[in-house]
DNA sequence: AGCACA
C-alpha cells in the first residue's frame, strides 16, 4: 500500500488536538505539562511517561484550535517551552486522541511487580541475582511494622541458620530500610528471575498502601554501595500486578508469605541451607531440586520444548518444561516429580549432547525451583501435569480423552482437527518397535544445510532416539545411560515427539496422511 | 529529541 511507504513524511505533522511533547523531565508530573499547556486551552486528556526513557508525554485539548495555537506560539517564541528549565518539544501527535488503554501495571492493585532493571546482561550472574534479590527483599520486607522481624525473616540463610546471621554484617540492610523507607505491612513476597531481570511481586494490605510504596520506590536506584563493584547503576521499576492475592506455597529464600508462619519451609531450600552439600572436591554443591536447569552449549539445532521432553523423559516422568534465554545462551527448566527422578536425570544426561557431533551439549545443575510456574502449552513451555486432550492422548495410548478434557482451563488453544485415535494407532506401530522418523515440522527447523558431513538422514534420525536404543558412539548412548529404567525400552520417549510437535503446530499428525 | 497501548 502506498500509505506504508511514507516514513520519510512522519515529521511533517497535520495539526491534531493531540500533542506529542518530548525531552521532559525525569518522572515530568501530570500537573507540571498542564501547567505548560493550560494557557492554551483546556487539557481533556494527558499521558504521561511515554516511550523507553519515560520523558514524553501526550496532551489532548479540547479544540483543535487550541492546540494549533500553543504549536504555532512556541514554533515563533524566542522563549522555548520549558519544564523545571529543560526545553520542551512540542509537536502534532499522529493521532488524534488520546486513548487511556491503561495498561494493568498502570492500574492500582494491592500486588507490586517490582523489576530491577539497569544491568548489564553480563553482570547477571546467579550470585549478583541474588543479592538483588535479597535488597529487593529487605527493602520492601523492611516494613515499619515488624523492621527487626522482617529484616530476620527475610533473608534466605536465616532459614537454617539465625545464628550464623546474627553476626553478619546488618549495615547493609539498615541502610536499605532507611533509603527505602517502610510503607505498611507486607503479607506476601514472590520472587522470579525474568528476561527482563529480576523481578518481585510484593503483597500489601490494600492498593493504598501498594500505590504509597510505588511511588516512592518506582524509579529509583538501588545505592551503589548496596551492589556488587562491577554494577553501576540498578533501578527499581514498580508497576502494579493484576495479582490480588499471591499464593505462596512455601516459605522459602524466593517466597514468602507473612501472613501463616505455619506453611511449611521449603524443604529443598532448608536442606540446602541446612548443611550446604560439599562434593568430594571439597567444593560447595548446589543442593538438590527436583527441577533441573539444563544450559545448552553449541546449540546448532533447534531444540523445541518436545525435544527435551523426549530427552528428558528417559529418566522418569517430566512434569513441566520452560526454555529461556539467558546470557545469550539459551536454558531450560525440566520439572520432575521427585529429587531423585531428577538426580538419577542429572547423573545420566549430564555432559552429554543431544545430537552427535557435540552438538547441543547438556549442562546440568539443580534448579533453585521446585514447581514451575509456566504456560500449559506455549511454544517454550509445556505443562505435562495439566488434563489437556493432546497430552491425554499422548500419555494414555489408546484411551479415549475423557469428554471434560477437552475443557480448557488456560485458554489454550484446542486443536479439534487432531484425530486421537489415529493417533493411538499409530502409537501402538511405535510401540510394536517401528523406527520412528523425525518430525517435519523438527526438519524445517533445522538448519540442516549449513552443517557440513552432515547428512539430511542424520539429521532426520536424532542421536537421542539412541537413549532407548543403545548403539554408536552417540554420547546419549554411553554407559552411563544404561541406568535409564528399563521401561524405557517398551515405551520409548520418542514416541511422543511426533504427536506434541504436530499437536503444538494444529497440524494433523504428518504420519496419519 | 522523534509517538502511547495490546
Not at 516511550?51 to 485539548?61: D, K, L, S
Not at 512455601?250 to 508469605?257: A, V
Not at 560439599?278 to 553449541?298: M, R, T, W
Request: charged share 15%; proline share 7%; hydrophobic share 35%.
Amino acid at each position: 500500500m502506498s500509505t506504508s511507504s511514507q516514513p520519510q513524511f512522519r515529521y511533517t505533522q497535520t495539526p491534531s488536538k493531540v500533542l506529542h511533547l518530548r525531552n521532559l523531565p525525569w518522572e515530568c508530573a501530570e500537573e507540571e505539562l498542564v501547567e505548560l499547556c493550560k494557557p492554551f486551552g483546556k487539557i481533556v486528556n494527558t499521558k504521561c511517561n511515554v516511550g523507553a526513557n519515560r520523558n514524553q508525554a501526550f496532551v489532548e485539548f479540547a479544540d483543535l484550535n487550541q492546540a494549533i495555537s500553543m504549536v504555532s506560539y512556541y514554533a515563533s517564541s524566542s522563549e522555548p517551552a520549558q519544564i523545571r528549565g529543560k526545553t520542551v518539544y512540542i509537536q502534532y501527535s499522529n493521532r488524534h486522541e488520546i486513548v487511556n488503554n491503561k495498561s494493568p501495571g498502570d492500574t492500582p492493585g494491592n500486588v507490586l511487580l517490582v523489576t530491577i532493571e539497569g544491568v548489564e546482561p553480563n553482570d547477571v550472574t546467579i550470585e549478583t541475582i541474588h543479592l538483588f534479590g535479597d535488597i529487593v527483599m529487605y527493602v520492601i520486607l523492611l516494613s515499619r511494622v515488624y523492621p527487626e522481624a522482617c529484616m530476620l525473616r527475610c533473608h534466605s540463610e536465616l532459614i537454617s541458620r539465625p545464628f550464623a546471621y546474627a553476626n553478619s554484617d546488618f549495615s547493609h540492610y539498615a541502610i536499605a530500610c532507611d533509603v527505602f523507607s517502610a510503607f505498611g505491612f507486607v503479607h506476601k513476597i514472590a520472587t522470579f528471575e525474568k528476561a527482563a531481570g529480576f523481578q518481585a511481586l510484593i503483597q500489601f494490605t490494600d492498593a493504598e498502601t501498594a500505590s504509597s510504596a510505588r511511588n516512592a520506590l518506582d524509579g529509583r536506584s538501588i545505592p551503589r554501595y548496596l551492589l556488587p563493584d562491577h554494577v553501576t547503576s540498578c533501578y527499581l521499576r514498580i508497576s502494579y500486578s493484576a495479582h490480588t492475592d499471591l499464593n505462596i506455597k512455601f516459605q522459602s529464600h524466593r517466597s514468602r508469605d507473612y501472613t501463616n508462619p505455619y506453611l511449611p519451609v521449603n524443604p529443598t531450600a532448608m536442606e540446602g541451607l541446612m548443611q550446604p552439600v560439599v562434593g568430594p572436591d571439597g567444593k560447595k554443591q548446589e543442593p538438590q531440586s527436583n527441577v533441573l536447569l539444563a544450559s545448552i552449549e553449541n546449540m546448532q539445532y533447534a531444540v523445541t520444548v518436545d525435544v527435551l521432553h523426549t530427552v528428558f523423559s528417559a529418566s522418569g516422568t517430566v512434569q513441566k518444561i520452560a526454555i529461556f534465554e539467558k546470557n545469550g545462551g539459551t536454558q531450560a527448566l525440566i520439572q520432575y516429580p521427585d529429587v531423585t527422578t531428577a538426580a538419577v536425570a542429572k547423573e545420566s544426561l549430564e555432559g552429554h549432547c543431544i545430537y552427535d557431533g557435540g552438538y547441543c551439549k547438556l549442562h546440568l545443575s539443580y534448579s533453585r525451583h521446585t514447581d514451575l510456574n509456566v504456560k500449559a502449552y506455549s511454544d517454550k513451555s509445556r505443562d505435562y501435569t495439566i488434563s489437556d486432550p493432546s497430552l491425554l492422548a499422548t500419555q494414555v495410548p489408546g484411551l479415549p480423552a475423557a469428554p471434560n478434557a477437552w475443557q480448557n482451563p488456560q485458554g489454550v488453544p484446542v486443536h479439534h482437527g487432531t484425530d486421537y485415535s489415529a493417533s493411538a494407532a499409530i502409537q501402538g506401530q511405535l510401540l510394536a518397535g517401528q523406527v520412528p522418523a523425525w518430525d517435519p515440522n523438527f526438519q524445517a527447523r533445522l538448519p540442516y544445510g549449513s552443517v557440513p558431513g552432515q547428512t539430511y538422514q542424520s539429521l532426520t534420525a536424532p542421536t537421542y532416539v539412541n537413549v532407548a536404543r543403545p548403539a554408536g558412539s552417540s554420547p546419549l548412548s554411553q554407559p552411563g545411560a544404561s541406568s535409564m529404567p528399563m521401561q524405557q525400552q517398551q515405551q520409548p520417549p520418542w514416541a511422543n515427539v511426533r504427536q506434541g510437535g504436530a499437536a503444538e503446530l494444529g497440524q494433523p499428525p504428518y504420519y496419519s496422511r
